[in-house]
């Protein structure tokens, strides 16, 4: 059940395979486009930059991105399909969004193999002038941040083996010096996101969840 005021900023999935090179050209990724552009209408095309290790060759990848007007967005490269919104309802539509176009994958492009899967919940709670993450968080997931007063910015980390056993959950946290605080809650290696509440009471006795369920 989502939670009434989760601080959900973007959710996203990610489906990685063995490189399929044939998917950097245009008309080979048209297929696919066509099957899922009543959906998602408008196409762009970025290039992502980046270096071998050893070497000091600059590889350039092309990423196909396809939009529609609510706040949906596809990334198809030569070796991922992904999924983000941040107009998230319920795990039902995400998946259902996401098993449509794994078909469509499955049909036109064909990869052989999945490398993995992950899908990332990421939340932003905007703290008032009188708060502080003390207040909300249980003290285990703190950190140092408030040892040192003022803090400009944090990033901590924190990753075990799940309890089902097959998958790694790594919770991040980065604080800024205008008080935003952004959660990255990630799974990899499994297609179930697992559940989160913390909740801590405010000094007016109300209190603002800092995760969502959505078991």
């Known amino acids: 059940m989502p939670?009434?005021?989760?601080?959900?900023?973007?959710?996203?999935?990610?489906?990685?395979?063995?490189?399929v090179q044939s998917v950097q050209n245009k008309s080979f990724v048209?297929?696919?486009?066509?099957?899922?552009?009543?959906l998602y209408p408008r196409t762009v095309s970025d290039t992502?930059?980046?270096?071998?290790?050893?070497?000091p060759q600059l590889v350039s990848t092309n990423?196909?991105?396809?939009?529609?007007?609510?706040?949906?967005?596809?990334?198809?490269?030569?070796?991922?399909?992904?999924?983000e919104t941040t107009k998230y309802t319920s795990r039902k539509d995400f998946t259902s969004r996401f098993?449509?176009?794994?078909?469509?994958?499955?049909?036109?492009?064909?990869?052989t193999h999945t490398n993995r899967i992950g899908i990332r919940y990421v939340d932003q709670v905007l703290l008032e002038e009188n708060e502080s993450m003390s207040g909300m968080l249980r003290k285990e997931m703190i950190?140092?941040?408030?040892?040192?007063?003022?803090?400009?910015?944090?990033i901590s980390e924190l990753e075990g083996a799940s309890k089902e056993g097959g998958a790694t959950m790594t919770a991040f946290s980065c604080t800024d010096a205008a008080g935003l605080t952004t959660f990255v809650r990630q799974r990899r290696r499994h297609p179930r996101w697992w559940t989160?509440?913390?909740?801590?009471?405010?000094?007016?006795?109300?209190?603002?969840?800092?995760?969502?369920?959505?078991s």
């Open 99 to 111: 098993r449509f176009l794994l078909q469509q994958l499955a049909e036109t492009v064909g990869p």
């Open 30 to 38: 048209a297929p696919f486009q066509e099957r899922i552009r009543k």
């Open 143 to 154: 950190g140092v941040k408030d040892i040192f007063g003022k803090t400009h910015h944090m």
């Open 48 to 55: 992502l930059n980046g270096f071998v290790i050893g070497s």
């Open 63 to 83: 990423i196909w991105r396809y939009l529609d007007a609510d706040g949906w967005r596809v990334s198809l490269s030569d070796s991922f399909i992904s999924i």
């Open 3 to 19: 939670l009434a005021t989760a601080p959900l900023a973007r959710v996203l999935a990610q489906v990685r395979f063995p490189e």
């Open 196 to 214: 989160c509440s913390n909740r801590k009471p405010r000094p007016n006795g109300t209190s603002r969840p800092l995760g969502r369920r959505v």
